[in-house]
């Protein structure tokens, strides 16, 4: 990949990469150092790879993903960092915090494979054959991840009294 082609990629990825990396880091994405870190070891892994210049833009974009997605699982593993409990209470009530900041921290109550998979699909706007190939699993497999995620998800809300 040329260096103009590489910038076209970066500005078209970047931005939701790094969002993509923030969600899933969980309470880490406050050390904005580390999200960028993992982003730019993200882009030196795939430029390592050197995927052909014929290469479709989704499966560029998928493989990306797939670096990002192992990069955070293996720094979770390092660090053992271990998941929210369901239960936990929050310091603050829900009235004192604005509903997208209620989400995004009910999100974060999510499995990190529940909240990988609802990201690519919802925010990033990926197939379910795109979320397979990023996940290494069977596309058939994706609908129901999909769905479990989704009433977790609805149940945590409704848990925290957003939505009906």
């Known amino acids: 990949m040329d260096e103009e082609s590489f910038h076209a990629f970066y500005e078209q990825t970047a931005r939701n990469l790094r969002g993509y990396l923030r969600s899933m880091l969980n309470n880490q994405a406050i050390d904005r ?20 210049d014929s290469t479709e833009p989704a499966h560029r974009k998928n493989y990306l993903y797939r670096i990002a997605t192992n990069l955070v699982r293996d ?5 053992k960092v271990e998941e929210l409990p369901e239960d936990s209470a ?10 997208a900041h209620d989400v995004g ?21 990926f197939d379910h054959r795109e979320i397979a190939e ?31």
């Open 134 to 164: 990023v996940l290494r699993t069977k596309a058939v497999s994706i609908r129901p991840m999909l769905a479990r995620a989704r009433a977790r998800f609805g149940d945590i809300l409704r848990r925290r009294g957003i939505g009906a």
């Open 75 to 79: 720094h979770r593993r390092a660090r």
């Open 90 to 99: 929050d310091a603050t009530s829900a009235d004192s915090l604005d509903t």
């Open 33 to 52: 150092g580390l999200v960028d870190d993992l982003l730019q070891e993200s882009y030196f892994r795939f430029l390592k790879a050197g995927l052909p």
């Open 105 to 125: 921290r009910a999100f974060l109550k999510l499995k990190q494979r529940e909240r990988e998979v609802l990201w690519m699909a919802y925010v990033e706007c």
